[in-house]
């Protein structure tokens, strides 16, 4: 049985007694706004470097701002803007680097702009890390996507899910020894990307670290077909809209509730030397895994009504099964998944259910203010 205990005594990162802010970059967004919300409310300044040039982080960046006050620090910037992130990272204690484009088919549309957002972007960030006097540790978030589609590894049905037939495979996941198969532009952006931040571990001796992302999940999170999928179907159950599978809908994920996450980027933060240098697979692993079609059916208990679907055909790079093997990083920080995939989802649920409620309300508000006002 591996030791999963915490390691004591985090050497850097640790935020116990400095006034600087933590940064981080896209954190604007939904893992961004988690951490950050996380951070503040253990009294730790925050950074928020975003664009705001995704649909709906402005509600996320209000409510930060309504709930911890002058603590949020905000830096309205590109990190394609060198000088700008270059000044973020050297007034940081720390650096999780989130700000990315999200979505393979945007990076199919426009491959130009993934590449400078995805790769160009995060050279800028490790650029200004390297010219600062005492480079702050850097969390760098990257995909699964990096490992292709997986379609050497022999599946099986298994109800509503595809499941591996190599009871390894099946029994732990997918670990970091997989060999690298970058599929669509975005795949190539990101896994580029985090071999940058490996390097520059060891070719300049900075405290870089790789995270390679399942899928994750919670409140804040505005899903969208392209990207956020859990989300996405709860939104639209929500609006009583159909849901469209690509694929058979039996491709299986493992998927992370962002609580969870947000935990494990922490325990990252702090326990930097331990991690230097090295990429680890994140998600929820096998215990905590649903297919699409195992999904839709967990809503439609939650929710009380049959959805509507549409099929449609896969999608490039699409994977029938991604599960992470995520024992090294258990191994190295002590950290382990526990929300389940139910209980999650609920929680989710819950909030999706509350904003869009909120949302509602203000719409009909503001169209009886424009009313009034022509009258």
Not at 110 to 134: I, K, Q, Y
Not at 164 to 176: Q, S, Y
Not at 268 to 280: E, S, W
Request: aromatic content about 8%; proline content about 5%; charged content about 25%.
């Amino acid at each position: 049985m591996s030791d999963t205990r915490k390691p004591s005594n985090p050497k850097r990162g640790s935020t116990a007694s400095d006034s600087r802010p933590v940064l981080i970059s896209g954190g604007a967004g939904f893992v961004g706004t988690n951490l950050a919300d996380s951070l503040l409310a253990d009294g730790i300044p925050v950074l928020v470097f975003d664009n705001l040039g995704r649909p709906g982080v402005e509600r996320n960046l209000d409510w930060l701002r309504s709930t911890h006050g002058e603590r949020v620090q905000v830096e309205i910037a590109d990190i394609r803007d060198v000088q700008a992130i270059r000044n973020a990272v050297h007034r940081s204690r720390q650096v999780f680097h989130f700000a990315a484009q999200v979505a393979v088919t945007t990076s199919l549309e426009n491959p130009s702009v993934d590449f400078e957002v995805n790769l160009r972007g995060t050279l800028n960030v490790l650029e200004a890390l390297r010219s600062a006097g005492n480079p702050p540790p850097l969390v760098y978030t990257s995909t699964n996507k990096v490992y292709g589609e997986l379609s050497d590894i022999v599946m099986r049905r298994q109800g509503d899910r595809y499941m591996p037939r190599d009871e390894e495979t099946a029994r732990n996941g997918i670990g970091e020894d997989r060999p690298l198969d970058f599929h669509s532009p975005y795949g190539c952006s990101k896994g580029g990307a985090e071999q940058y931040v490996l390097d520059y571990a060891r070719s300049y001796g900075l405290p870089t670290a790789v995270f390679r992302m399942s899928c994750i999940y919670g409140p804040h999170q505005y899903g969208t077909e392209d990207q956020g999928w859990v989300a996405h179907f709860l939104i639209r159950a929500l609006q009583g809209k159909p849901i469209t599978i690509f694929g058979d809908g039996l491709q299986v994920r493992d998927v992370l509730f962002v609580e969870d996450l947000v935990k494990a980027l922490r325990l990252a933060g702090d326990y930097i030397d331990r991690l230097r240098g090295q990429v680890f697979n994140v998600g929820g692993g096998p215990a905590k895994t649903t297919s699409l079609i195992e999904l839709v059916d967990l809503i439609e208990e939650l929710h009380g009504r049959r959805l509507e679907l549409k099929f449609a055909p896969w999608r490039t790079g699409d994977q029938k099964y991604y599960v992470s093997d995520t024992r090294k990083l258990a191994r190295a920080i002590g950290w382990q998944p526990e929300i389940t995939v139910r209980a999650g989802v609920a929680a989710t649920y819950a909030w999706l259910l509350m904003y869009l409620e909120e949302k509602t309300r203000y719409n009909h508000d503001m169209a009886v203010e424009a009313r009034t006002k022509r009258f």
